[in-house]
């Protein structure tokens, strides 16, 4: 049972660094190039934001022996570290789906901000941090890491993190643009990434 447990905590961390580059471009693409979205349409929009991802997830796939070939050992404070970090995920992604639709989720208030009108949202688990879903997929990674000692996993860490501060400036200077001074009020309030606290 735990040898079970184990080989499916591995595949899961090398499934994550296969696919998850790809939506890291994905939301790259739809985020830098907003207003040119707006106006090509929402299927433009996602079909070429999609392009990207099965390609980086071939490559990487395809690139798995010499992916995972290298590894640390992680001490059993650092595993055990990593399974808080997955409990504090899952707690935050549930948080964050009971204060925002799916449509919102998937970038559609951004796209199509006319036929999609929204509030700006700052209650629930968005009065503790102003990006709980970027924060919840870093924790995921930093679980697979933490719980595997991939390098391959590590180096997506620290990707993910880079990717997320780029991602969200972009997506402030949009939520700047639409919500204007409540916005500013909101980010001056509220934290950027971590949450003032857990739960």
């Known amino acids: 049972m735990c040898t079970t447990f184990w080989a499916i905590n591995d595949a899961i961390a090398r499934l994550v660094v296969i696919f998850y580059p790809g939506l890291v471009l994905f939301w790259l693409i739809i985020h830098f190039r907003i207003e040119h979205w707006r106006k090509a349409g929402k299927r433009r929009a996602y ?12 490559v990487l796939g395809f690139s798995q022996q010499e992916l995972f070939a290298y590894r640390w050992t992680m001490p059993i404070m650092i595993v055990a570290l990593g399974f808080v970090a997955l409990a504090w995920s899952l707690v935050t992604g549930y948080q964050a789906s009971r204060e925002i639709p799916p449509r919102t989720l998937i970038g559609l208030a951004e796209i199509e901000p006319e036929r999609n009108r929204q509030p700006l949202v700052a209650a629930g688990i968005y009065s503790r941090t102003r990006n709980p879903v970027y924060f919840a997929h870093f924790l995921v990674i930093l679980f697979t890491a933490m719980t595997t000692g991939y390098v391959a996993s590590w180096v997506l860490v620290v990707v993910v993190l880079i990717g997320d501060a780029v991602m969200i400036r972009a997506e402030e200077r949009e939520l700047k643009a639409r919500f204007g001074p409540s916005f ?16």
Do not use: G, N, S
């Not at 079909?47 to 071939?58: E, G, H, I, R, S």
């Not at 950027?192 to 606290?197: A, H, Q, Y």
């Open 184 to 199: 500013e009020e909101y980010m001056q309030r509220v934290r950027r990434f971590v949450p003032r606290r857990p739960w």
């Open 47 to 58: 079909a070429t934001a999609f392009l990207p991802w099965p390609v980086t997830a071939l």
